[in-house]
Structures are given as structure tokens and as C-alpha cells.
């Protein structure tokens, strides 16, 4: 990228050669995460994407930017300066659109989310915020893992990610859990109990590859007995896959009440046992004090509402 500027002291075109802006934000991902791969993740591209992108920008500028070595990349000296320099310009970059949004009113926010969370209870309540203050833009991010990259105001996150010590974070609501399926299929998983229910050791359980230990956990917390909270049974990639294909009536899976509840209120779910909280919670995550921004606290009264409610 090339520019021609011209200052007031010189009438002569100072040139500044830049390379590809998509390789710096690429490279400073990778330089900040230390890993190619959760760069990806937090740019929402693919792994091999970044590396295109690094690749391009050490070509560009004929020096080795990472050191490779048992598949983990390790900033080069050179790789250092650029990285530190990369950061001061996106930071005063980032410093100067703040100001500008401020300036216009605080009427747009952006707020990173884990996907369940924000398929199955953000958007769906959406419209009450809308409602409540029309004349605000809230630009939802799907993602997982550090929060308040570049461009982000806000945060939802469960407390097992961990956030740095400068960012202020509120309790939205503490997790609460319980095996859910479609109502008319309870009786052929669920035994009935003179307390209650009791999960069948047959019942066809669903599992999630991004909270793999959800039964085992359940069944720890439940005092749950015999093999069904360990048994195999169909796995899935995503989490909401797993209590979309318990709403279609394939089996029982684990459901957290913040998630599931619009279902069961509805009656296309039931959860026979209940729920039971897992030790963990969802928070909110923002960098600066949300009482200095109007926007921040509307977003965070109406996220406090819909968690209580």
C-alpha cells in the first residue's frame, strides 16, 4: 500500500510504503496470541489464513518475523519490534474511534458472546432491548476464549476463561444444569421415583465436544448412580446442536437453564430432574468502567434484567 503525503513545511511527496493491513491485523493476532491457530479463532478465519497472511508479510518485508519450532511459533527479534510497534498504532487507532463514538453519542456497542449463549438467549430477547432504546445499535460478535480483542466494548463469558486484571467484570447469573428432552419421550428415559425422577441407565445421551465433561459433572453434583451419565452415546460438535437434536426427541442432553429455558417454558422441552448449579457463572466483561459510558450501562441493566428474569 503506498501513500503520497505532502506536510506544510515540504511541498515535496513524502512516500510511505505500508504492507497489507489484513497481514498486520493477522500478524499482530498471532504475535499477541502466540499461536497461528487462536488467531484464526479470534479473527474468524482459517488457520491457514494467518499463515498465508505472515508468510506474505515476511516476504514483503525480507526478514523472519516467528521462529517455528515443535509446531509453536516464536517472535523473532525482528518479529518483536514489529509486533510492539503494530500494537502502539492499533491501540492509538482504537483510542481515537472510541473518542469519535463517544463524540457521537454512545449509540453503538459491540459485544462478543459465546455462540450457544447468543443463538439462544441474546437474540431471542433482542427485540425487548430494542424496545427500551431504539436509537441503540448493538453489533453482536460470536466468539469463545479471551475476550475484549480490538474493537470489542463488551464481554460475555463463562469463569472458566481467565481476564486480566484490569478489566471490570459483573455477574450475570451462576450456571445451573439439567438433563433435558423432549416431553413426551421423559417416560422412556426417565424412570418415575417416589422423589422425583430418575435418568435411565438405557437412555440415549447426548454429548457436546465442546463440554465433553457435562455428564460426568452433572452426575458428580447429582450423586447420579450406575453408568447412564458416563455411558456412550451420540456426540456432537457445537452445544446447540446437542439440545436441538434433544428437542427433536434423539435423546437426553445437558442443559443450562439460561439456555434452554424459553423451550421448557414453551413446552417443547422438559427437564423431569431439574437443575442444579455447576460452580461456574457467566460474567461481563469490560474495559473501562462501565459508569463512564451511558451505552454500557443501559446494555448492562437490560443483560442483568434478562438474567433475573
Not at 47 to 52: K, L, N, P, T
Not at 63 to 78: E, I, K, T
Request: net charge neutral; glycine share 6%.
Amino acid at each position: 500500500m503506498n501513500s503520497d503525503i505532502t506536510d506544510g513545511s515540504n511541498t515535496q511527496p513524502t512516500t510511505r510504503v505500508l504492507p497489507s493491513l489484513q497481514a498486520l491485523v493477522c500478524f499482530e493476532a498471532a504475535a499477541r496470541l502466540e499461536s497461528f491457530s487462536r488467531a484464526a479463532q479470534s479473527l474468524h478465519v482459517t488457520h491457514g489464513a494467518v499463515c498465508r497472511a505472515v508468510r506474505v508479510l515476511e516476504d514483503d518485508l525480507g526478514v523472519q518475523l516467528f521462529a517455528r519450532r515443535n509446531r509453536r511459533v516464536f517472535l523473532s527479534p525482528d518479529g518483536q519490534r514489529l509486533a510492539e510497534a503494530v500494537r502502539q498504532s492499533f491501540d492509538r487507532i482504537g483510542a481515537v474511534c472510541r473518542e469519535f463514538r463517544e463524540r457521537a453519542g454512545e449509540t453503538v456497542l459491540t459485544l462478543s458472546c459465546e455462540p450457544t449463549l447468543m443463538m439462544r438467549w441474546l437474540i431471542p430477547n433482542m427485540t425487548s432491548l430494542q424496545a427500551q432504546s431504539p436509537q441503540l445499535e448493538l453489533r453482536l460478535v460470536a466468539a469463545s476464549g479471551p475476550a475484549l480483542g480490538e474493537g470489542i466494548d463488551m464481554a460475555i463469558r463463562r469463569n472458566d476463561v481467565q481476564w486480566s486484571v484490569d478489566v471490570e467484570a459483573t455477574c450475570l447469573f451462576t450456571e445451573r444444569v439439567g438433563p433435558v428432552c423432549r416431553p413426551e419421550y421423559a417416560p422412556d428415559f426417565f424412570d418415575a421415583a417416589d422423589d422425583g425422577w430418575r435418568l435411565k441407565d438405557a437412555a440415549p445421551l447426548l454429548h457436546t465436544r465442546t463440554r465433553p465433561n457435562a455428564w460426568q459433572t452433572w452426575a458428580k453434583l447429582t450423586s447420579c448412580t450406575g453408568n447412564a451419565a458416563l455411558a456412550a452415546g451420540k456426540s456432537f460438535e457445537h452445544f446447540y446442536f446437542s439440545l436441538q437434536a434433544a428437542a427433536a426427541g434423539v435423546g437426553v442432553a445437558i442443559g443450562p437453564w439460561q439456555l434452554v429455558r424459553r423451550e421448557i417454558e414453551s413446552g417443547l422441552l422438559a427437564a423431569p430432574m431439574g437443575f442444579v448449579e455447576d460452580g461456574s457463572a457467566y460474567y461481563l466483561l469490560v474495559r473501562t468502567p462501565i459508569e463512564e459510558s451511558n451505552v454500557g450501562r443501559v446494555v448492562r441493566d437490560w443483560l442483568l434484567n434478562l438474567a433475573s428474569g
